[in-house]
């Protein structure tokens, strides 16, 4: 794909990627070194993040400190790109790593940051953001989305669901548990929707955005092929892994009791929080797709789960990938 040349030196564009290190960060840094762009990854600890170089040519992908709670370090990360893209947020907090800072204030200031130095903006956000929302992860979210709306409104916005891919924090979560439980939880029944999305969808996404082929100004909602229940999704990730496991209903009220004391632990396997936000589905809304503002609305072919869960959850199985299917 061609790619825009700017400046006297003829350089491919440079696009800043605050959360570049993360899981979607990666995949996102990917697509961008693919198609020829100069990347800039805004990171608290460039330091961690050196295996994002092999994702480009030399010289391609350079790693930069910026911490969304000091706008000088943004204003410094953005100096003299060409796009920004925000894929900064957190699914729990702890330290100085709050909701309202990372994912509302957080937001405002890469928008603001943008508009000063008049270049586009391509925000992540989440399916589920919502004002009124019990969960301060969603309420944050839209709160966030609404700073990058009132700050510049010709930035797009992408919600995908819940994100699938080898480096995800569901799959492999629950995949590791079967290892070593016989039991797993089904929290509120199991019942609530997903409508999961492979990485790679999400990063050509937002590739595309720096592109210029998405309508600017609008919120795109992306999700996977098929919606899938919480139970189905366990019941695939167990035919994956070749395991076989009892569900334990859970209902809301202990679920949420467990997530108050597990997140006082440093890396909480769930929080009370995220079991708020079990309780509503988590799935592309009628509205997008009828105006498509979806990945088949976009012409991306969304990638289902049996194609790629197969590729990472094997480290799960009994033997890894010599284990023969019945052995677990």
Known sequence: MAVEKTGILNKPKLVTVFGGSGFVGRHVVAALAQRGYRVRVAVRRPTLAPYLQPLGNMGQIQAVQANLRYRWSIDRAVAGADHVINLVGILAQGGSQRFDAVQAAGARAVAEAARAAGIPLTHMSAIG????????????????????????????????????????????????????????????????????????DVAETIARSVDGTLERGKTYEIGGPEVMSFRRCMEEMLEVVDRKRVFIPIPWSVARLIGS???????????????TQLQHDNVVSDKAASEGRTLEGIGIRPTGTDA???????????????????MA
């Open 308 to 326: 790629i869960l197969p590729s990472y959850l094997w480290r799960f199985r009994e033997q890894g990938q010599f284990t023969k299917k019945g």
């Open 261 to 275: 004391v597990a997140g006082l632990l440093p890396k909480p396997v769930i929080t009370s929080d995220q079991v």
């Open 129 to 200: 953001a919502d004002p009124h929302s019990a969960s301060a992860y969603a309420r944050t979210k839209a709160e966030g989305e609404k700073a990058v709306h009132e700050t510049l409104p010709e930035a797009v916005i992408i919600r995908p669901s819940i994100i699938f891919g080898p480096e995800d924090g569901f799959f492999n979560k629950f995949a590791n548990m079967a290892r070593f439980s016989p039991f797993l939880p089904l929290i509120g029944g199991g019942e609530t929707k997903f409508q999961p999305v492979y990485v790679g």
